[in-house]
């Protein structure tokens, strides 16, 4: 190499030492040049999903480490968890995938020297339902402690054990009654299903009720994990499980509907012009609160509520009443409310046939969720508290509450006639019913 030679590339080496360091230097405290050679202060954009390592498309193009794909490209691919920093300030068509999940897609906006997150996507299986019993049910629900799945039929009430989904028909066609109810105890030792009591321990044990106990006209509750509370002609009366004793709690009374709560007996009855929500103590028969109401035919919901819930069923209204409030004991009317749940004490999640809304008690405001054009037959809170799944007649589906850029709505499946869906507690699994075909029963879908 000559003199001239080596001048050349010493100069070349200081051009491009004068070009790259600026660069550089910017890069490293978070500015680039933008359009029009504009500098710029980029954004962070930080993304994390349920399960990990889900590939990262930004407008399409999938990211990769910068220089990784140099050296090793099977690596090179950026996945979640993830922070991709220095990102110009715009709209970023953000797409995440994850081989056997349905894929999730966003428009986010990156601020200049901001962080915009993702930090809570869900990403749900894309799985097949596989069938665990086989039969024509017409209601299907999840024990208390999701150890059990009742399915009721039209004649008969089958329990399937979730561990090992053994089939049990605790009530056949043989007990003569053409509907079935049935209820928990608290602990979940015992099945009510009629008059049947059912003991999960000890079957031995099981003991037929129906002589003190008729399910066609008489409530039947618990007062707690031994004993049971039901109405009696005009009377309140318990009954214990262990010393088979039989109490009058309250007698001389007329209602519809009650719940015991904190010692405190709550009725509602119908009268000739209205209801009245009438509140006592059992123990010492003081009479506190009458409260009226439109007239209607009421149940409490949503017992373990700090508020008393009132549903009037015929017109889909869930009234909320603080009984014991010095200043406005009728909190709030939530109306055309077909499916209801409570979040929390303060969240409600509502539907009607074709919206799902969000209601906020604090503030007395609700939210719509989505508006779809067949009627919803049941609504979910996932444990994730930013999705919330419904099922139609014909598909199950999630949205996620995600308000920037549109509510993403995902179908999980699509089938004829499902009835249900329950979720188990940790929200990976829904059971349902429903029929593909001629092959017609109770399934099970793994989401996460």
Known sequence: ??????????????????????????????????GGFRIQKTGILILDTEPRGAS???????????????FDSAQSHISTPTKIKNLLPKEYDVRLELSGYWPWQKKLVVEPGQSTYAEDVVLFKNDIPRLIN???????????????????????LTLIELKNE???????????????????????????????????????????????????????????????????DNSLQSYNINNKKIETVKSELS????LVKDSNLFTVARGEQSS?????????????????????????????????????DKHQILYLIDPFSTFKILKDAISNTKESVWINNNSLLFAND????????????????TRISEPIKKIIWHPSNNYVIYATSKN?????????????????????????????????????????????????????
Do not use: C
């Open 166 to 232: 053994n089939i049990h028909t605790v009530v056949s066609t043989s007990t003569g009654e053409e509907t079935i109810n049935y209820n928990w105890s608290p602990d979940n030792k015992y099945l009510i299903a009629n008059s049947y009591l059912f003991d999960l321990n000890d079957r031995a044990k099981d003991q037929d009720l129906s002589s003190i106990i008729n399910p066609k006209n008489t409530k039947i509750k618990w007062q707690d994990n031994d004993s049971l509370i039901y109405k009696l």
């Open 56 to 70: 990262i498309f930004l407008n399409n193009k999938q990211q990769r480490r910068p220089l990784a794909s140099f």
């Open 396 to 448: 199950i589906n999630t949205i996620e509450l995600d308000k920037r850029d549109k509510f993403n709505i995902t179908r999980l499946l699509e089938f004829d006639d499902i009835k249900g869906p329950v979720l188990d507690l940790n929200g990976k699994t829904l059971y349902f019913s429903a029929r593909i075909g001629n092959q017609e029963g109770v399934y099970k879908l793994t989401i996460q």
């Open 276 to 312: 009245q929500l009438s509140i006592q103590n059992i123990k010492d028969n003081e009479l506190n609160i009458n409260f009226d109401l439109p007239k209607a035919e009421y149940h409490f919901a949503h017992q373990a509520h700090n508020l008393l819930n009132l549903y009037d």
């Open 1 to 34: 190499m000559n003199l001239n030679q080596r001048r050349i590339l010493y100069i070349l080496f200081i051009i491009a030492f004068l070009i790259i360091t600026p660069l550089v230097s910017l890069y490293a405290t978070g500015l680039r040049i933008g």
């Open 354 to 369: 074709f919206e799902i809304w969000l209601y906020d008690a604090n503030h007395q405001n609700r939210t719509l969720l």
């Open 134 to 156: 086989s039969g024509q049910y017409a209601h299907i629900a999840l024990s208390p402690d999701n150890k059990y799945l009742t399915a009721r039929g039209n004649d008969n």
């Open 255 to 258: 209602f519809d509907d009650f």
